[in-house]
């Protein structure tokens, strides 16, 4: 059921060659490749890498270190979003949109006029705000939510006239939850989204992530804001590690936010984690104690933090509910004007 029977014209855009498009990339392309010497033919779509910054050449090597620290390499197809003018060649059979949350609509206005309704697109993002945004304007949209963790070492400029080296450290293995955006509750088996999650899954485990298809991505992608919610914002505030959160006075901080977050979920019937809301953030924080979250390397950097995307949507669920949020919404404040 979840076969493609043209592989040569079987093409997966990514979009956004970021940490988390150059893992996905070149763990798709080396599987493929592998597949195509040991059994002469794949199922696995090609991929198209498709960034906003003009490269040297079309094609571009991914150098990928695993979290075992080999070096994995694939050949990728590289181009950027505003030559899709035009290209009737290498049409989508899906698209991966792994951008940052705030840079999905302008991503959008580029991507619509090239593709149809029926074309599966999957946001990879954190939080949930492009989801519900990309929902009211594309029918066949699927969301991945995943603990896999990548960053972007330093480039090294290693480019020649007609191909550019990248690389791509697989920091940590995790686990992917993947789902239609619309689901009716019991995974409405014939959807076309339904189809596409299951085909996607196929692709994702031969790349060798672990990864289940879920009837309800929505409570997954809650899930992952929580705990987003209750540890990123306060990192990010107050430049720590992600361990120095159980030290004073940081601690009751965290307990704080946890109510706070946890409230909201109650009243929107999002259910709690078995352990409980508090056990289970102070697991994780245990877990990445060592992390420097992606909010606090956004804030040195001076690049947008994704904080809109992670407490906005907790603030307005609130404001339904005629809750108070003051430590998150005092962490939205300060987040949200420019850091240094
Ligand atoms: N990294 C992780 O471990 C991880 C884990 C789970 C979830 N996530 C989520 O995955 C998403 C991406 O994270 P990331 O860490 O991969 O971010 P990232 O490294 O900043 O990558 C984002 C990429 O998107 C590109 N981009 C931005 N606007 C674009 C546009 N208009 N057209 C084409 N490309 C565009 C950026 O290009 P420029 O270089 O030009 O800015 C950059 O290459 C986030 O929502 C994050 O929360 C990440």
Request: charged fraction near 20%.
């Amino acid at each position: 059921m979840h076969t493609m029977t043209d592989p040569e014209d079987n093409w997966l855009w990514i979009i956004g060659p970021g940490a988390i498009g150059r893992l996905l990339a070149a763990s798709l392309m080396a599987a493929r490749q592998r597949e195509l010497r040991e059994q002469g033919a794949s199922t696995l779509p090609r991929v198209l890498l498709l960034g906003r910054q003009a490269m040297s050449g079309q094609d571009v090597m991914l150098d990928m270190t695993t979290p075992e620290l080999l070096i994995i390499s694939a050949r990728i197809n590289h181009s950027t979003i505003d030559t899709l003018q035009g290209s009737s060649s290498r049409k989508p059979s899906a698209i991966w949109l792994t951008t940052k949350a705030h840079g999905v609509p302008a991503v959008w206005q580029q991507l619509a006029p090239h593709i149809t309704p029926e074309t599966p697109v999957t946001c990879w993002q954190n939080g949930l705000s492009a989801q519900p945004w990309l929902a009211e304007r594309h029918p066949t949209l699927l969301c991945a939510s995943t603990t896999e963790g990548a960053w972007l070492p330093p480039a090294i400029d290693s480019s020649t006239d007609d191909s550019v080296r990248l690389g791509v450290q697989h920091a940590g293995r995790g686990h992917t939850w993947l789902g239609a955006w619309q689901s009716d509750g019991d995974g409405d088996p014939d959807s076309q989204s339904h189809q596409a999650a299951l085909l996607q899954c196929d692709w994702l485990r031969a790349a060798g992530f672990a990864c289940e298809s879920t009837p309800d991505i929505q409570t997954r992608l809650w899930h992952k804001l929580a705990i987003n919610a209750a540890i990123n914002p306060l990192v990010a505030r107050y430049r720590i590690r992600n361990g120095q959160l159980r030290d004073r006075p940081f601690a009751p901080m965290v307990r704080q936010a946890v109510e706070e977050i946890s409230a909201v979920l109650d009243c929107e019937g999002i259910s709690a984690p078995r352990e409980g809301w508090q056990a289970l953030v102070e697991q994780v924080i245990r877990a990445t104690a060592n992390n420097r979250a992606s909010m606090l390397q956004d804030v040195l950097a001076g690049r947008p933090t994704e904080v809109e995307a992670i407490l906005g949507p907790l603030r307005l669920a609130a404001a339904r509910h005629g809750l108070a949020l003051p430590l998150l919404d005092d962490l939205y404040c300060q987040l949200s004007t420019p850091q240094r």
